[in-house]
């Protein structure tokens, strides 16, 4: 047998057996015609070999990585545009997995992790989408005019470790005719801004988190200010390790000014350089090098984001102003564990990777225990813990989120971060009222932090007032075009709660596409609740296959509602869509 590296395409259609129960003659004969006159042709065009069909997919080999993405790009959007005339019930859509690895060649056929993972990522791809694998995104990063969304890392079935998926934008049937809710960008009058990755200058992959951290510090501190609109940090990373086209990165974030730069740190010094620039002609708006200490690093952010403010002529009042200071610690050592914790909280959202973040916070809380942000952040993966029950039993961890809260509100009053986690905390105790108080106070605190938004959107929503939580949750959105697919999560349940069900199914299966498995216990509830239980049993089905250790008694036990008789009748819906208690 012979073994090689090559570039795997996995394809299958969405929800063939429902076509298929739905119209047999006509779905086999629309698959065909697809084949013939649009997959095959262009498989040949780009250098593929056709491995095999498998029924409602196929798998496809590439000598190049190039070729295998910009075949399914292509594939994707022909796949569209052949079916028009087509009624949307009945149209074909296909998901794609692209990665490239070492595969067993035997005869015509090719095994092997490399096939594997390939059709694992397939899985993970929405409707109409395509998903990579890092070693195919490596391949074609700078190769190709795309802007690759990082899904972070998955675990999927039978592959040891967590593969790091990202998503190629492709325009698909899917998205054109039940795009996510949104709110359209550009169109207010503040002026808008995103701020791109800084550059790790040093050469030591080890610093990259040093220099992530300084973005996002400078992210947080603009997010703060009320006379600017500012793109969150989930979106503005989504360009992280590759040449941008500022204009175009301007144009799909919905901004007109970018800020970039790099970072380098060597010993005792640093040296940052940044740039403003207005996408609407390319020009420098102000540019500028630090040289300094290491022990500066903190003046040098402070300086960058008083500058952009003044060049981008925001008019601050005195208490924006007095705002404007963030910095999660002065303390160097601690600022470094700060970003290293932040790190591994960016990754997905697991007991372990949680578990590492703490730890570092930890670290850094007690090199500086003064720090308002260190105590919100400590005191808010307390409250997961709670909620998920990952370490200590809830009562404790009510007890411990809640000191955390309250420290960090001591210390700094106006802290968003702080008062978002009192808000998150108050959920456990039935406080509605101070819950949502709280909520509304961080995002008065942080209006253009898609991320307080977010989690505004979810404390509202949990506290009887969904149709406000709905208004944060179209915000955040706004704030983050790219953003987490948790974000729909939050957005769907306002939407359910306060009865706006063709907006909620739209939000919970983007959530679904994003994060398969989750946003489907949600549409199990709104079907059986709704007359449907076909389609209550069929996402049933969809739920179990993702998520083979879902109970209703463990899910239940995550949620919260002001009216207790909403959650039983979700736990009712459930059950009688077939789902286990467990």
Not at 61 to 89: F, H, I, L, R
Not at 456 to 473: D, K, T
């Amino acid at each position: 047998m012979e073994r090689r590296l090559a570039a795997i395409l996995s394809m299958d259609v969405v929800g063939y057996s429902h076509l298929m129960a739905v119209d047999e003659v006509g779905t086999l004969g629309r698959l065909k015609a697809l084949r013939d006159d649009v997959i095959d042709p262009l498989i040949e065009s780009h250098n593929g070999r056709l491995v095999k069909l498998m029924g409602d997919g196929a798998l496809v080999e590439y000598a190049s990585v190039v070729d295998a993405v910009t075949c399914a790009m292509e594939v994707q959007k022909a796949v569209t545009a052949n079916q028009t005339e087509v009624p949307e019930s009945e149209r074909i859509e296909f998901r794609v997995g692209i990665n490239l690895g070492d595969i067993i060649v035997d005869g015509d056929d090719i095994y092997g992790d490399g096939v594997n993972v390939a059709a694992r990522i397939e899985g993970l791809a929405p409707p109409g989408g395509i998903c990579i694998s890092r070693t195919a995104r490596n391949q074609v990063r700078d190769k190709l005019d795309v802007v690759l969304e990082d899904l972070g890392e998955t675990e999927v079935k039978n592959i040891p470790r967590p593969v790091r998926i990202f998503r190629v934008p492709v325009e698909t049937a899917s998205t054109a005719s039940s795009p996510a809710p949104t709110s359209s960008l550009g169109t207010s009058d503040k002026p808008s801004i995103a701020v791109l990755p800084f550059d790790n200058m040093s050469g030591d992959p080890e610093q990259e988190y040093f220099a992530d951290g300084l973005t996002e510090d400078i992210i947080t501190t603009l997010s703060k200010l009320a006379g600017l609109r500012v793109i969150a940090r989930y979106s503005s990373f989504v360009y992280k390790g590759r040449a941008v086209d500022i204009r175009e990165a301007a144009k799909q974030l919905g901004v007109r000014y970018v800020l970039e730069g790099s970072v380098r740190k060597s010993g005792a010094r640093l040296r940052v350089t940044a740039q403003l620039i207005d996408a609407d002609d390319g020009s420098h708006v102000w540019a500028e090098r630090y040289d300094r200490s290491i022990d500066d690093i903190f003046a040098v952010q402070d300086e960058i984001t008083l500058i952009l403010a003044t060049e981008m002529q925001v008019k601050l009042t005195e208490g924006e102003q007095a705002r404007l200071h963030y910095t999660t610690t002065s303390n160097v050592e601690a600022w470094t564990h700060w970003v290293q914790g932040l790190f591994c909280f960016r990754q997905a959202v697991t007991k372990e990777n949680c578990g590492q973040a703490l730890r570092h916070w930890e670290k850094a809380l007690a090199l500086d225990p003064s720090s308002a942000a260190l105590n919100a952040m400590i005191g808010f993966m307390h409250y997961a813990d709670a909620r998920f029950s990952w370490w200590d039993d809830r009562a404790t961890a009510v007890k411990k989120g809640s000191t955390y809260a309250d420290r960090a509100l001591e210390i700094d009053p106006e802290g968003p971060d702080a008062c978002m986690t009192a808000g998150l905390i108050l959920l456990f105790q039935d406080r509605w009222d101070e819950a949502a108080a709280y909520a509304r106070r961080a995002v008065r605190l942080a209006p253009n932090s898609g991320d307080i938004a977010t989690m505004a959107c979810f404390v509202l929503a949990m506290s009887g007032f969904p149709e406000e939580g709905v208004a944060e949750g179209e915000r955040a959105l706004t704030l983050s075009p790219t953003h987490p697919g948790y974000y729909l999560g939050h957005l769907g349940n306002a939407y359910r709660l306060a009865g706006r069900v063709s907006e909620a199914i739209v939000a919970f299966e983007g959530y679904d596409a994003r994060n398969p498995g989750f946003g489907l216990v949600d549409l199990v509830i709104i079907h059986q609740q709704n007359g449907r239980p076909d389609e209550a049993r069929r996402a049933a089905e969809r739920l179990l296959a993702a998520r083979r250790d879902f109970g209703i008694d463990s899910w239940t036990n995550t949620q919260f509602r002001r009216d207790p008789a909403q959650l039983d009748a979700d736990a009712a819906a459930l059950r009688a869509a077939g789902l286990p208690m467990g």
